[in-house]
């Protein structure tokens, strides 16, 4: 988030259409991201980021640590599609690393070692 | 420039990138029920917002056969986040309220954990499309009674047979406003998708 924006009230202080930062695209070059899609910062590649523009410079920086899809978006306060195409690009390119969830159930859902992990951990609190 | 700030902790080189594991827990009900307090009692971060575009064949109710047959809504909702240990990070998502978008939570709800339906005893029938839509989708959910001040008493099998809930839904009586009570039941519904996916 650029400093300038940091301290403006939420919603309507925007004055280029928030697709505009995706060059009109709606879809990603690279794999549709759920909204709980974790992403963190790949270190190799900081030093390159001076290359990006501000929006996806902005993700890259505040992915040093994992984030998700929906934080980013709350965060850049666009809507999630437009942080789905940016970090999708950003995947692509090599800045940040995709955590994805993983299904494996017939259902889709997470499996029973990670139930149990999720359980163990809750109880932890 | 990451070379760098690495060197500033010598004794605790970074581990390489773990493998981290998104979760995520839906909390469904109707408008006012308390959705948004209870991400908000048990998210380690300040609750954000964010508007989804949803994406849904339509139905055929509209005559709007001479466009694709597909409808889009921007819906917003409302998240938190709960960072079980260094690999799972669990996101609960508070659910459109408005009974319309049911249809539209596939992509939501798709890998969910399950879902947390929150009922207010007052209004009751609000509930109503969150517990048929996931009972239908035989997604993990269990229900919340949050105790609103000034509710009447029911037992417990009087809720179950109003929601006409399955014996093995749990339903709990949990106070949104309460960190305690609101981790509660998240461990029930945990617990009760672990029951389930065993016995798959």
């Not at chain 1, 790949?42 to 899809?69: D, F, H, W, Y």
């Not at chain 2, 209870?38 to 005559?63: A, H, K, N, Q, R």
């Not at chain 2, 409808?71 to 917003?76: E, S, Y």
């Not at chain 2, 909702?77 to 609960?92: A, C, K, S």
Request: aromatic fraction near 6%.
């Amino acid at each position: 988030m650029t400093p300038d924006r940091a301290n403006t009230p939420p919603g309507d202080d925007r004055v280029v259409p928030v697709y505009a930062f995706t060059r009109g695209r709606t879809r990603s070059a690279g794999r549709d991201l759920p909204l709980e899609a974790v992403v963190t910062a790949a270190k190799a590649n900081t030093r390159q980021g001076a290359l990006l523009q501000s929006e996806s410079l902005a993700i890259v920086t505040m992915c040093s640590r994992p984030l998700s899809l929906a934080e980013i978006g709350a965060a850049l306060r666009v809507p999630v599609g437009v942080a789905r195409v940016l970090v999708g690009d950003l995947v692509n390119a090599g800045y940040l690393v995709a955590h994805l969830p993983q299904h494996t159930t017939h259902a889709g859902g997470p499996t029973q070692a990670i139930l149990g992990r999720l359980l163990d951990g809750l109880r932890a609190r | 420039m990451g070379s760098a700030h690495a060197d500033l902790y010598p004794s605790r080189p970074p581990p390489p990138q773990p493998e981290i594991i998104p979760l995520k827990i839906l909390v469904a009900g109707g408008f006012g029920v308390g959705k948004t307090t209870f991400v908000g009692s048990v998210s380690e971060i300040t609750p954000l917002t964010t508007e989804e575009v949803m994406t849904s064949e339509s139905v055929g109710v509209d005559d709007t056969t001479a466009v694709p047959d597909k409808t889009t809504t921007t819906v917003a909702m409302d998240f938190g986040r709960i960072t079980v240990d260094e690999q799972l990070i669990l996101y609960l998502f508070g659910t459109p309220g408005q009974h319309r978008f049911w249809f539209m939570w596939d992509e939501l709800a798709r890998g969910a954990v399950g879902a947390v339906v929150l009922v207010d005893l007052r209004r009751i029938d609000d509930c109503f499309a969150a517990v048929d839509y996931f009972e239908s989708r035989r997604i993990p959910f269990v229900v919340g009674v949050n105790g609103f001040p000034g509710t009447a008493v029911f037992a417990n099998d009087t809720v179950r047979d109003a929601l006409a809930l399955p014996t093995d839904c749990p339903l709990v009586r949990m106070d949104a406003r309460e960190p305690r009570s609101c981790l509660d039941t998240l461990i029930a519904l945990v617990e009760h998708a672990l029951g389930r996916s065993t016995a798959a």
